[in-house]
């Protein structure tokens, strides 16, 4: 079985700061990793991807995420927080031939300026 | 890129009365669709997986009588929500995979559902 937990269900940070977004999973197999976005009253966008290959991956509007299978972890940062970062992030995972994806319960993101 | 499109993003029903809801993949063949459901300030919940062709799939505890969901064709999947009730009231979000997208999933921008 998977499953997905993001710490924190909100996070609230200052405009210019670190942005840091937990999540850790659970997958009896090799498991695919995503980190989507979701703007108010929008659907999802995806923001990165883990399938193969590199640990670190880099994603659209300067997010990127690591890979740690030791720690089971793939947590979601940003160097630089903006405003337009503002929204629900959701972290899912998948396992290698399944579509069916498992979702956390989503971190909203807080921008301070 | 991918676009998975829906329609309507709102509608309002009365309390009985039965809606459908589309999911069109706009410039892909989706061989399977997936229907979530998202509550207020919640995490999404897979209802059912949708094969082109096929029966939908549907996850323990999810009524198929209530959730009629059809697929008739690559670029089209449908979900029709039956007698509806004030607790169908919901955010709909479907998704969508073509052979092409290495395991990525592409989401529509999903459908308000009000029951009055």
């Known amino acids: 079985a998977q499953s997905v937990t993001q710490l924190g269900s909100h996070v609230s940070v200052s405009e210019g700061a670190l942005v840091l977004l937990r999540c850790n999973y659970s997958s009896s197999v090799p498991p695919y990793l995503f980190w989507y976005v979701q703007y108010p009253n929008q659907g999802l966008q995806l923001l990165l991807k883990y399938t193969t290959g590199a640990t670190l991956v880099k994603g659209i509007n300067g997010f990127e995420a690591e890979f740690k299978k030791s720690e089971t972890s793939f947590h979601l940062t940003k160097p630089s927080a903006h405003m337009s970062d503002a929204a629900e992030y959701f972290c899912?995972?998948?396992?290698?031939?399944?579509?069916?994806?498992?979702f956390g319960t989503g971190t909203r993101l807080k921008v301070l300026a | 890129g991918a676009v998975v499109s829906q329609h309507p993003s709102r509608v309002i029903c009365k309390s009985g009365t039965s809606v459908k809801i589309e999911c069109r993949s706009l410039?892909?063949?989706?061989?399977?669709m997936f229907w979530y459901r998202q509550f207020p300030k919640k995490s999404l919940m897979l209802m059912a997986t949708?094969?082109?062709?096929?029966?939908?799939?549907?996850e323990q505890g999810v009524e198929k009588d209530k959730f009629l969901i059809n697929h008739a064709s690559l670029t089209l999947s449908t979900l029709t929500v039956t007698s509806a009730h004030p607790e169908d009231s919901s955010f709909y979000i479907c998704s969508a995979r073509g052979e092409r997208w290495e395991n990525t999933i592409y989401f529509g921008e999903g459908s308000w559902l009000t029951v009055v």
């Open positions: 949708s094969n082109e062709g096929s029966k939908a799939t549907y």
């Open positions: 899912a995972v998948s396992g290698v031939g399944t579509y069916k994806y498992i």
């Open positions: 410039d892909f063949q989706a061989t399977t």
